[in-house]
């Protein structure tokens, strides 16, 4: 198993640039979740996926889509990018949806920079 | 909002030393989680401890949970280089629809000095 990967590693984009964060896992995990990681703020939920189809809001949604159209897909949008969005970005699957005490596997991040 | 907070932000001992963050939290919980993550790497789950427990062991790793003081503490004991890392709490709860949140603290920098 692959476990969780995310393409691309590294991202400079222009400010009102849009582009796509892709996220994928061969686990068959029903959860999957974006999270940000900004220095001294610790990780923060963006969005995350019950499974295919559907889809809800963490504690920071502004600024990003997300769609879930297979189990292993969990693709996370920048409609206009913005310098606020300057982070390292997360994907993170668990097995269960129900299950609290299901641990999260992360993926390896993506570096963005917006100028 | 950050539910975890971990305490201290930076910690620098002695290999063989043990090692202690700790976490506080705000809201109830079904358990917390803690990680480990590399210098630019993804995060790894280290132990888990449900919210009716005290007390939990996973080789040199040892957790305690009060949920009276909404706290946690992580030890590492008998530490190596190789422990040097970031710690993270993370606390686990109800998002609705039989779906959970995991919400994270910002994390402990440990270094480990040969």
């Known amino acids: 198993n692959a476990g969780v990967t995310q393409t691309p590693k590294f991202q400079v984009l222009k400010t009102g640039q849009s582009m796509t964060l892709q996220c994928a896992q061969d686990?068959?995990?029903?959860?999957m979740s974006w999270y940000r990681q900004d220095p001294g703020m610790g990780l923060r939920l963006i969005h995350y996926?019950?499974?295919?189809?559907?889809?809800d809001q963490g504690e920071v949604p502004n600024g990003y889509n997300v769609s879930r159209s297979t189990t292993e897909d969990f693709p996370l949008r920048l409609l206009s990018a913005a310098p606020s969005q300057t982070s390292v970005y997360f994907c993170?699957?668990?097995?269960?949806?129900?299950?609290?005490?299901?641990?999260?596997?992360f993926g390896p991040g993506t570096r963005l920079t917006v100028l | 909002s950050q539910q975890g907070e971990e305490d201290p932000q930076a910690l620098s001992i002695q290999e063989g030393e043990n090692a202690t963050m700790n976490c506080s939290y705000k809201?109830?919980?079904?358990?917390l989680q803690w990680y480990r993550q590399n210098s630019g790497r993804g995060l790894v789950h280290l132990i888990l401890i449900r919210s009716n427990e005290r007390e939990k062991h996973s080789g040199r790793l040892r957790v305690t949970l009060d949920t009276s003081k909404k706290s946690s503490s992580l030890l590492i004991t008998a530490s190596r280089a190789a422990d040097t890392a970031s710690y993270f709490c993370?606390?686990?709860?109800?998002?609705?629809?039989?779906?959970?949140?995991?919400?994270f603290g910002k994390g402990t920098k440990l270094s480990v000095i040969p």
């Open positions: 686990m068959n995990h029903e959860y």
């Open positions: 993370a606390t686990a709860r109800s998002s609705g629809a039989g779906s959970y949140q995991l919400t």
């Open positions: 993170a699957s668990s097995p269960r949806v129900g299950s609290f005490t299901d641990t999260q596997y």
């Open positions: 996926s019950v499974g295919a189809g559907i889809t």
């Open positions: 809201t109830s919980i079904n358990n």
